[in-house]
């Protein structure tokens, strides 16, 4: 496992990650990936330290994905879940965060409908004087940094597995293309994406990607760094023209606050991904989902399924890899 000098104490956001660190990142989590494919599954890495999961919002994939990244650290896990909780009886969320931190919780990942929430119990904790570390696992319509870090992971495992660095997507054409408006993972892909040096290509309808989105990013980072870099479309075949990945994003539609658009029918035939669109980009481009899918809406069923084309499943195998060493990094040193 590489070693490296790691002072992030909490994980709230890819904004301001240095090269350095994105690189800390994937080479461990390549170590981790190495250590998943082993009959046993288990390292004791941070034993006797508690990982809570505070989930405030539904969650399959990342929910799931941090808890057997933590077990499989052989971690103690606790399981949070809004509906069965005191909240329920008007508790807040600074003081659900205060109980599980009198429980001996160590790390605590948040993921909660209103951006910045992780950022409220992190500067909580550090305001008491604890060493607790806070992990964003996505919050509102601001970020998620392990699934932008996933995907960087899955996109350069693939040019080379056994050394994958951010430099590996330099000049590439990486095309997003879907509900970026209320996108948190297009967000924080944008960020980890701009670093790498490749050019991002945003495709959706204009309901779905404001004119000043753009601007809107560098108000929180260097806008140099996104000039040149970042480009919209209110068209898909631009985007997808010589892409040589395509990153397809579900339909935020608990997160529309108004009709956006006339009919799912209408915006997979405009923005939906399928073979025959593919057939712009580069020959041997893949397609990437966060999931969950909306089938053939985003994009076609037979292409999510076709394994020479997506990359889908890899990037849930990816997701524990990641989560297990962004848990290692921020959870070194607390025992």
Known sequence: MPTTTWNRHHILSLADFTTAEYDAVLQTAASFLEVLSRRTKK???????VVANLFF??????RSSFEIAAKRLSADTLNFAAATSSMTKGETILDTAKTYLAMGTDIMVIRHREAGVPHAIAQEMDRLGVKVSVLNAGDGQHEHPSQGLLDLFTLCTLIDPAHPRIELLQGKKIAIVGDILHSRVA???IWSLIASGAEVHLAAPPTLLPRLFAEYLG????????QGQLFLHWQLEPALQDADFVMTLRLQKERMTAHLLPSLREYHQLFGITRTKLQLCKPNVKVLHPGPVNRGVEISSDLMDDPEISLIQSQVTSGVAVRM???YFI?????
């Open 43 to 49: 390292v004791p890495t941070l034993q006797g330290q």
């Open 57 to 62: 919002e539904p969650s399959t994939r990342t």
């Open 187 to 189: 967000r924080s892909n």
């Open 219 to 226: 108000e929180e980072g260097d806008k140099k760094a996104i």
């Open 325 to 327: 060493a962004l848990l």
């Open 331 to 335: 959870g070194s040193g607390k025992v």
